[in-house]
């Protein structure tokens, strides 16, 4: 399935069950405007129930922006109205992808500033190329990160490293990103895409029953009123008498690989 003509500012496409996603604003730096966040948001969500999709790359266009931020000539006249709404539109798109069903790589092939390390940030694994700049810049601007930077810097890094940045604005580079524990690898930028398509793979060959499961439970830790604990046991018993657990079971004692089907 190829679907590059449905979206303004993304171009799409499915290949061996790796649904790509990529900003397509390269002369702006993959800056995200409203629309880019649509299109973003309406992409993650068309793959939610897609079974032939076993997880997602996002990634930017070009060599030197994943998303260099918020588009600011966009939101630089908003009056309080429209940068309220702007804020509670972008945490909806991000929560579409932290929540998705289908693993969310970030392959960061750049700058990842602002709402960039925001988008990031949503999703669940993140490979940088070693040219990648991290940063929340929203300070320069006279205003504080609007899609959800203060929560998931400070969840990702710590809450006091996660201050520091948020109030120096300093740029982070791949290596401190990684050392932080803001990124999971960092790779030659030449082989982004493979490390990222390598952790799918894995991935893949498990029951996309679990993986959903897995990102539910671990999500469940910071969704207000939710007991992550309870969560976790729930989701553990429902799985027997699936029929997932059953093949991944027998699999183990006949000492062969499961063939998962989702079921
Ligand atoms: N919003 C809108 N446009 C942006 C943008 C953003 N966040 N980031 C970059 N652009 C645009 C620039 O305006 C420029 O457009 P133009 O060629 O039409 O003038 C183009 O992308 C290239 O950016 P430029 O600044 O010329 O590249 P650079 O290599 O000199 O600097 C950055 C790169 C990332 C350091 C710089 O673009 C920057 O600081 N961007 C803003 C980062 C930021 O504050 N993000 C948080 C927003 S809340």
């Not at 790796?18 to 604003?25: E, G, L, S």
């Not at 309220?84 to 750049?110: D, F």
């Not at 390598?198 to 897995?214: F, G, N």
């Amino acid at each position: 399935m190829s679907t590059q003509n449905m979206y303004q500012t993304i171009l799409t496409e499915v290949k061996n069950n790796i649904f790509y996603v990529t900003i397509n604003r390269e002369a702006k730096l993959n800056a995200l405007n409203i629309q880019t966040l649509t299109d973003i948001k309406n992409a993650v969500l068309s793959i939610y129930d897609n079974a032939e999709v076993r997880g997602v790359i996002l990634t930017g266009s070009g060599k030197k922006a994943f998303a260099a931020g918020a588009d600011i000539a966009e939101f630089a006249e908003f009056n309080v109205e429209q940068g309220t709404k702007m804020s509670a539109e972008g945490h909806a798109v991000l929560r579409a992808i932290e929540n998705s069903p289908k693993p969310v790589v970030a392959a960061i092939n750049g700058f990842a500033l602002g709402g960039g390390n925001e988008l990031a940030m949503s999703c669940h694994i993140r490979i940088a190329a070693e040219n990648a700049r991290f940063g929340q810049p929203e300070v320069n601007l006279g205003i504080t990160p609007g899609y959800a930077g203060t929560q998931r810097l400070a969840q990702l890094i710590g809450r006091g490293r996660a201050l520091e940045y948020l109030m120096t604005a300093d740029m982070i580079d791949a290596q401190t990103a990684l050392n932080l524990g803001l990124v999971n690898h960092v790779v030659p930028a030449d082989n982004l895409m493979a490390k990222c398509e390598e952790i799918l793979e894995k991935i893949k060959t498990k029951s996309p029953l679990a993986i959903a499961s897995v990102i539910r439970c671990v999500n469940a830790y910071y969704e207000k009123r939710a007991d992550g604990n309870e969560v976790e046991v729930n989701e553990f018993g429902n799985f027997f008498g699936s029929e997932d657990f059953m093949e991944g079971t027998k699999a183990f004692m006949e000492r062969r690989p499961a063939n998962f089907k989702g079921n």
